[in-house]
């Protein structure tokens, strides 16, 4: 879960992995899976940061709780193929999922 500020201030927490596309047009918008939109006052940049930090917070509690001998590269590449019931992130910098155009 991430913190991001809506556009008349109000702070929200939203589930990162709900984020299907993030644009800036100026403001940002996020897209969620469920085809809601939501404006925000963080950057795209900031949003992705944001999505990013909190996903390393989660594997380094993994790696904190994982037996020895367990094979973190393993569990990470795992974690992510391409799930056809998931849709897929978008690309940094781009806010766009790869494929799209």
Known sequence: MIELTRLNGNPMVLNSDLIKTAEASPDTMLTLITGEKLI????????????LEYRACLLASV???????VNLERIVSLSNLPNS?????FSPGTGRTPGSR
């Not at 925000?40 to 999505?51: G, L």
């Not at 019931?85 to 992130?89: I, L």
Request: proline share 12%.
């Open 40 to 51: 925000v006052r963080e950057t795209c940049a900031e949003v992705m940061e944001r999505v």
């Open 63 to 69: 790696a904190r709780h994982s037996p020895p001998g």
């Open 85 to 89: 019931e998931e849709p897929q992130s």
